[in-house]
């Protein structure tokens, strides 16, 4: 098995500040993340900022600052979301920064040099919101199809000779199994190949907020061939014998939201192919949030910034909200009651209740000593990991989430069969402390596979179950690290409050 682990979000644009769809990718990001490293597995994980290209330029001159203020401002957002939502990331990349700078100029001189580029003149039409030039058959009703307002562009323009790529592009589609996924979106992007690829313009000469073209400094390099070059740059590319880039290119995952899936499973590997770099292993796009039903937007006012929402429901009780409520890949919708029924159900009522009622008996009945597991297995819940893996490689973080609370839900039924309460009142003390035993047992299972999603809760119950951080991987999963009797445990401190609505 390949250990080494390299996972991508999207690069965000600094026309504006987080909210909860970016938050919800980059939490996504970190719970593959962390699951892969509890497996075992060397990752590396980048996150940053997308910094050029005229909707940066046009958002900074209403705002009557330079481009690189907005820029400067809004990367800290972005950094400072990484530190409120607790993402793991090993690095944060912004295409303002010189490394990014030369190592996409290299690329481009890389597909230069190998006649994938030529200079030519653009007209049509352009959205600044998507950053996206649109056929005119494309257009409805005067807008891009994704409702964005488009203009007329004429310039000098170097273009891509993406026309060529379609063969190669399909090949891939169907030789690489799960490159795209899921399959929805496959299916959309084979589609869209098939219906013929036309050469892409990649620089533009009327704005100047950009990467000057290697040897054409009148023309900048079109915005997403800058930003997707994010991913090699963090690498150290084009410095190619590091360890750092030898361990981690290619990609194992990219994961973006819908609405730029194309820019990935199209034109990024066209790029790579054209510079001779082999390409990312697969690409997964997971579906939009909408607000109480309505779309997120500016306009509206509707956007939940990620603080928001930690502050009033709490950071793991957030994570969890976001992985568990949409299947991943599907659309969601925001709703505050979905939020606090999550909170208050599986977190509450399941998970906290399963620990609280099993350490509180613990503390007051066996003096806070873990009792005896009895002769044989202990009746703990059994985990298949092998199941739970696939989940999380397919990226069904929502999947993974009911299993747990599934694990759950049978440690509290055992716990209902079994009335430890009630073999303590009949004097049967050795019979109630192998059920405390299996039930500890069976929390601290669910406690380590917790970790990737609710890393600060995990660790509580972890601490609470006096399990060394060392201890905490799926390695140690295995029964024959399982708890030992006689250890002292503190009294307990509740990790998962019940959500109660302040009264008006
Ligand atoms: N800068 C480009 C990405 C370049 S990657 C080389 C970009 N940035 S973005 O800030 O507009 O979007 C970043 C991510 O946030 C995208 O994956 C997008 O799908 C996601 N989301 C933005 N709004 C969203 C929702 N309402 N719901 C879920 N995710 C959303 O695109």
Redesign the pocket.
Known sequence: MDKNFYITT????VNDRPHI??A??SVACDVMARFKRLSGHNVRFLTGT?EHGQKVEKSAAVAGVAPLALADANSQHFRDLTGLMNISNDDFIRTTEPRHISSAQTLWKKMQDNGHIYLGSYSGWYSVRDEAYYQESELVGGKAPTGADVEWVEEPSYFFKLSAFGDKLLELYETTTGFIGPDTRRNEIVSFVKGGLRDLSISRTTFSWGIPVPGDTKHIMYVWLD??A?YLSALGYPDTDTPLYKDFWPASLHM?????IRFHTVYWPAFLMAADLPLPEKIFAHG??TIEGEK?SKSLGNAIAPKALVDEFGLDQSRWFLMREVPFGNDGNFARERVIALINSDLANNIGNLVQRTLSMIAKNCDGVLPSKGQGADESISVDLPKLTGMIEECHFDKYATEIVRYASEANEYIDKKAPWTLKKNGDVKGMGIVLYALAESIRKIAILCQAIMPDASAKILDQLAIAPEQRSFRYLNAEFALIPGVHLEPPQPVFPRFLEKAA
């Open positions: 999207p690069i965000y644009y769809g970016h919800y990718t997308d930003a997707l994010n973006v939201g819908k609405d730029i939009w949030w997120m």
